[in-house]
T-cell receptor, first 114, second 112 residues
Framework: NAGVTQTPKFQVLKTGQSMTLQCAQD?????MYWYRQDPGMGLRLIYY???????DKGEVPNGYNVSRLNKREFSLRLESAAPSQTSVYFC?????????????FGDGTRLSIL | GEDVEQSLFLSVREGDSSVINCTYT??????LYWYKQEPGAGLQLLTY?????DMKQDQRLTVLLNKKDKHLSLRIADTQTGDSAIYFC????????????FGTGTRLKVLA
């Protein structure tokens, strides 16, 4: 009954450090997404993967890279962390890459960049 | 462009009804969703409505859609302290490829 699992739950980094956020889903969903949530700004899409083997930029991709490792896993990498990347990061998945399927979310990774 | 707007805060007394409003701009929306986010957690899907429907009821939740005015509302009957959370409205758009647009969220505070 796991759904979407994100690791780690919390992380503190120094400016310039690199880090990979992990996400895995066990619902056999085709599509996966990475969002960031900042106060007063709702959710902003960083990258998404409509299906295994494809990835596309979202609204705010700069400073991030992603890897769709297999159907289950979609990771987000910060190559050189900056304070502006302090945020809560959510991974989500949906059954198909179409808008008539709701997204299912993980519990988030709270990331602070000092 | 595409945009989803919500008021930031709502405060109600326990037992009263809550109404959370949302407006959207894209007329090609297919589904509209309501999510609930409790502190420290992700977004949990509460309910959704297909864009050709006017109303959907699910226990204490009633969703109303006015497609002409592009207005969506979520009514919570007999609001409880456990309903205190942030509520997000979202729309899905199928124009070439799918896209989900989220509002900024409405923080609901239920007073005992």
């Amino acid at each position: 009954n796991a759904g979407v699992t994100q690791t780690p739950k919390f992380q503190v980094l120094k400016t310039g450090q690199s880090m990979t956020l992990q996400c895995a889903q066990d619902m056999n969903h085709n599509s996966m997404y990475w969002y960031r949530q900042d106060p007063g700004m709702g959710l902003r899409l960083i990258y998404y993967s409509a299906s295994e083997g494809t990835t596309d930029k979202g609204e705010v991709p700069n400073g991030y890279n992603v890897s769709r490792l297999n159907k289950r896993e979609f990771s987000l990498r910060l190559e050189s962390a900056a304070p502006s990347q302090t945020s809560v990061y959510f991974c989500a998945s949906s059954e198909r890459g179409k808008g008539n399927q709701p997204q299912h979310f993980g519990d988030g990774t709270r990331l602070s960049i000092l | 462009g595409e945009d989803v707007e919500q008021s930031l805060f709502l405060s109600v007394r326990e037992g009263d009804s809550s109404v959370i409003n949302c407006t959207y701009t894209d007329s090609s929306s297919t589904y509209l969703y309501w999510y609930k986010q409790e502190p420290g957690a992700g977004l949990q899907l509460l309910t959704y409505i297909f864009s050709n429907m006017d109303m959907k009821q699910d226990q204490r939740l009633t969703v109303l859609l006015n497609k002409k005015d592009k207005h969506l509302s979520l009514r919570i009957a007999d609001t409880q302290t456990g309903d205190s959370a942030i509520y997000f409205c979202a729309e899905s758009i199928t124009s070439g490829t799918y896209k989900y647009i989220f509002g900024t969220g409405t923080r609901l505070k239920v007073l005992a």
